[in-house]
């Protein structure tokens, strides 16, 4: 059956329309594999105020969305001080699931003012952010982290 | 086109796995597995693969720029390189002249400077979708202290980013790269 009426396994193929050929599977095999060891595991934006901390938006590898099992919980601690924290164990859509390990980070600040931040990776899947003004003062501001 | 691809395009982020052929029973037919892996994909391998570009497709930068601003000599800035999901430039150009398909930028004091994007774009087999900037980040480039800012509404097409120096006070002639999502 393999190849008759192309049903998987599929039966590389060089027809273009019809099929996929085993340069073009290559190819595609090899340049996902490149984009997902630079991805952002997530990217999320929030402000921090005295009133708590507000998570507008965040994209991950496992979802679009702010509220759901896997959004990370932003807490903050102090003035301009937020813990980021992703849950240990993520799964995929076929409930594979693997442990996160968060490799590196990087904040910018939102706003048209100067200011500096600070980030730690707390734990493999915690990171904290902590915003100042551009004396050096700690400050809310709203922030863009990056995760991967 | 005698097909129109699944889902919407890669920007939307609104693609899942099933829109590249995923599904959570995905199975070989009758059962047979791969006979020769040099020249059959089976169903374990698409099951990777759609999951794997759903999850990079979700949290991929929309454009990465790499910008100078030209305080000195009032100038729109000079976009040295933008790498789109939906092009790559290969020249540097003036930001009040961009090239078809490219953001514009402009310069609006020193060091600070907008970036403005279309609200429509089409993927490689031209289906179009709507664009609205989600996140943004930028880094200040060159050797000396300094910091900066991104200001957008979100949904919205302009981005406008501020360099300062370390006192905190902009930043002529600042070269930065940022990213939109």
């Known amino acids: 059956m393999l190849g008759g009426f192309a049903p998987l396994p599929l039966r590389l193929s060089p027809v ?35 009133g708590g901390v507000t998570l507008h938006n965040c994209w991950s590898m496992v979802e679009i ?20 924290t992703f849950p240990v164990q993520v799964a995929d859509e076929y409930d594979i699931s693997g442990t996160l390990c968060i490799r590196g980070a990087r904040a910018t600040l939102n706003g ?3 200011g500096l931040r600070a980030i730690e990776i707390v734990s493999p899947n915690s990171v904290r952010v902590r915003t100042f003004d551009s004396s050096g003062v700690a400050a809310d501001r ?3 982290l990056k995760v991967f | 086109m005698t097909i129109t691809p699944n889902g919407a395009p ?24 791969v006979v020769n892996p040099k020249t059959d994909v089976g169903a374990e391998a698409v099951a990777r693969l759609t999951s794997d570009l759903a999850a990079v497709v979700r949290t991929a930068p929309f454009a990465t720029l790499h910008i100078k601003c030209n305080d000195s000599s009032p100038a729109a800035p000079t ?16 930001g009040d002249a961009p090239p078809t398909g490219f953001p514009a930028c402009a310069r609006v004091s020193a060091g600070k400077i907008t970036i403005t994007f279309s609200s429509s774009y089409q993927d490689a087999y031209g289906v179009a979708a709507a664009y609205g900037i989600t996140h943004a980040t930028a880094a200040l480039n060159g050797t000396s202290a300094g910091s900066e800012a991104v200001s957008f509404t979100e949904g919205g097409l302009v981005l406008t980013v501020s360099f300062f120096n370390a006192a905190g006070s902009a930043l002529s002639d600042a070269e930065g790269t940022i990213e939109v999502w």
Not at chain 1, 24 to 47: G, I, M, N, S
Not at chain 2, 10 to 30: C, E, L, P
Request: no cysteine; aromatic share 8%; net charge positive.
């Open chain 2, 79 to 94: 976009v040295y390189a933008v790498l789109m999901q939906t092009g790559v430039t290969t020249v540097d150009y003036p």
């Open chain 1, 65 to 84: 969305g702010t509220v759901s099992a896997y959004a990370p919980t932003l807490t903050r601690s102090a003035t301009g001080v937020v813990l980021v």
């Open chain 1, 112 to 114: 048209t003012t100067a």
């Open chain 1, 142 to 144: 709203k922030v863009t």
């Open chain 1, 16 to 50: 273009a329309r019809t099929g996929w050929s085993a340069s073009a599977h290559a190819r595609a095999a090899a340049d996902l594999v490149a984009a997902k060891r630079t991805a952002p595991l997530a990217v999320l934006t929030y402000t921090s105020s005295g």
């Open chain 2, 10 to 33: 890669s920007w939307t982020r609104a693609a899942g796995f099933a829109d590249y052929g995923g599904d959570a029973n995905k199975a070989n037919y009758q059962g047979q597995g």
